[in-house]
Structure formats: structure tokens, C-alpha cells
């Protein structure tokens, strides 16, 4: 059996190796680094594939997150509401915008930000919501969009984790996350379901006005070169890492198959287990694309069970091992314990397998007995 990874770049790179070689090699050939045409063909790609009006490519993803609140025009004290559990990226920088920062409690079953703490977070101060499409899986964006539209919110969906998944509505019509609140977010970081050899990031609008903005934010506030018309920042996709993403996308919905189908035999192996609790498939349609296969383990040691499997060779982790109203940085004394039930449940009990793209049946298995025995002995 080949070794395990946590998630196999490797693996997945010989498989398009020569596709990505020529797209590298043509940008090293034009000596365009910057702005090259793989970057606007990138553009191009990426709104026809998630059919967004505008994708403005930008650094990276928490650039991303930064350069869509400063487009809104969010004033400092103004509140924003996000999910206690996520990566430290979201709410890094509706603080360092010097807006407050309002984290909520998650839904237990799907990891994702919870609609009824929403509606009690929400004060006259509030002015945007911030979903995180947690581990690949679509937030609840019928409700929060339903709530937005109430209190007269902006939504900015983190979609650094799900980009490819499909939201299903309730009147059967479907849409890519991340095309569905006012504007998005993403990520290309390496690991990410659609990864580049590096950093990179984008931001998705319908809306017109708002794209133009933003894409005079991502280049200095300019909009006519050498006129700054508002403070904005230097947060570029470079043409490599375009041109990697150009191969890359067509391959995005079989990687993204492939996740499922992997998520599926973990499923099947692990649900019915006592001390287990499988992810949730498909709350929203098909709107779950696994960037993490994530396990909660009840009335076990989960700790122990994480040193079983790495003394086997089998790489897990834990996402996240720590709430983000406990982290020093996002203290605030408006937070009650009893107010993160979900949260403080989740932080003890969960567990990420390995999850990428070039996971054989045999490893899989090999993952899923090592647990079993752990959990039977
Ligand atoms: C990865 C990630 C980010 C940040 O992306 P970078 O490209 O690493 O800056 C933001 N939010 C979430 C939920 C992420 O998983």
C-alpha cells in the first residue's frame, strides 16, 4: 500500500503533469509574470464555470475576505456576525477592517453557522453576515439570505472550502456557493478543493458596481493609472499560479467527484458505530464537496484514537482544536459560554481524515479497520 497523506499533491500533479508544465512553460516563454493573459483567461474560466457576472483574482484567500468588506464600505464599530467555528482567516479581518467582530455558535450536524444564532446576535449595529461553507459543505444560504434581506445585511460567503459545490433552493433551482450572497470569497492556497503551487485567492460579485470597486481596491485604488481614488492594497494572482488554475479547472467537478466518492466509502465503513458520527451528506442537495472528511467521536478518547492512527502511519487532524471566542486575540466580554454549545461540543470531539483526490480503496479500508479496531478493543 502506498503511504497515506493527508491530502496527495503529488499524486494528483502526474496525473496532469504535462498540461501544467506547458501552462507554466508559456508564461515563463511571454515573461509576463504579472498580469498576464493567463490571469484574465483565468477570470474568464472561473465566471463561466461558477456562472458569476465577475471574478476579481487577487493573493490569496484571507486577501480576498479583506478586499470584499473594504468594497462595502463597512465604518469601524459596525458589526459583523460569523461562525465560532472556522479558521482564524474570517474573523482576522473583520478586526483588523476595526469592525467588531460577532462570532455565533455553529449547527452541530453540519459544522455550519447557526441560523437561530444569528437571529439572536443580530443589533441595529449589525451590517453583514459572514458564512463559511465549513469542510465543503454549503451553509444554510436560503435562511441567512432570508434574514439578510430582513434586516437589510450584506452577506460575504467564505468560500475558501467548497468552491464547486452546487446550493440546491427550495424551489428545486440551483446555484454554485459562493454566487449566491453578495459577494464571495475563495481560496487557491495548495490544499484547497481547487489548488494552485502557491498563493491565491478571488473574489466573486453579480453585482457591477461593486466589481468595479473592487477591482480598484486589489490594484491600489486605482481605476486611471496613477489616480488613487480610494486606499486599497496590492493583492495580485500571479501569472503562474493563473496559469496552474487553467489546467486545474476542468479537472475541479471530477476532483470534487472524487472526494464524494471517497467521503462515501469512509461513510459506509464508519456510520452505525456507537461512538461515531459521520459527516452529513447533502443537507442542501448535492452541496457538499469535502475539502475535510471530518468524524465526531463520542464517549471515546479521541485524542487517543488520533495517537492510534499516527502511530499507524495514518496522518488525521484536528479542525479546530480550539473555539475562536477562547482564542486571545478575539476575546470579548459580550461571549458566554453557554453561549457556544455547538461549538464547545465539536472542538473535543471531532477528527479530519485523510481527504484529497488520489485515496485508494485499500487505504481507505486500511483507515476505517484501524479505527474500528481502536473503538472495539
Ligand atoms: C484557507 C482559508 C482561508 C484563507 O485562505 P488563504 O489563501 O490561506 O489566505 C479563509 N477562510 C477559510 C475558511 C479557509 O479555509
Known sequence: MKKIQMVDLKGQYEKIKETVNNSIQEVLDTNTYINGPQVSTFQKNLENYLDAKHVIPCANGTDALQIAMMALDLKPGEEVITADFTFAATVEVIALLQLTPVLVDVEIDS???????????????????????????????????????????????????????????????????????????????????????????????????????????????????????????????????????????????TYNTERRTAANKYNTALSGHKNIIVPSFDLNGDDHVFHQYTLRIIDADRDALMQHLQSKDIPCAIYYPIPLHSQKAYLDTRYKEEDFPATNQLVKEVISLPMHTELEDEQIKFITDSILEFLNK
Request: proline fraction near 3%; aromatic fraction near 8%; glycine fraction near 10%.
Open 111 to 253: 459544522f455550519n453557522i447557526s441560523i437561530d444564532a444569528i437571529k439572536k446576535a443580530i443589533t441595529p449595529k449589525t451590517k453583514a453576515i459572514v458564512p463559511v461553507h465549513l469542510f465543503g459543505q454549503a451553509a444554510n444560504m436560503e435562511a441567512i439570505m432570508g434574514l439578510a434581506k430582513e434586516h437589510n445585511l450584506y452577506v460575504i460567503e467564505d468560500n475558501a472550502q467548497a468552491i464547486g459545490a452546487n446550493y440546491t433552493f427550495a424551489d428545486g433551482s440551483k446555484k454554485k456557493v459562493g454566487t449566491i450572497g453578495h459577494v464571495a470569497s475563495t481560496s487557491f492556497f495548495p490544499s484547497k478543493n481547487l489548488g494552485c503551487y502557491g498563493d491565491g485567492g478571488a473574489i466573486f460579485t453579480n453585482d457591477d458596481e461593486l466589481a468595479h470597486k473592487l477591482r480598484g481596491i486589489v490594484n491600489h485604488g486605482m481605476y486611471v493609472r496613477y489616480h488613487h481614488d480610494v486606499v486599497g492594497v496590492n493583492s495580485r494572482l500571479d501569472s503562474i499560479q493563473a496559469g496552474v488554475l487553467n489546467a486545474k479547472l476542468p479537472n475541479l467537478d
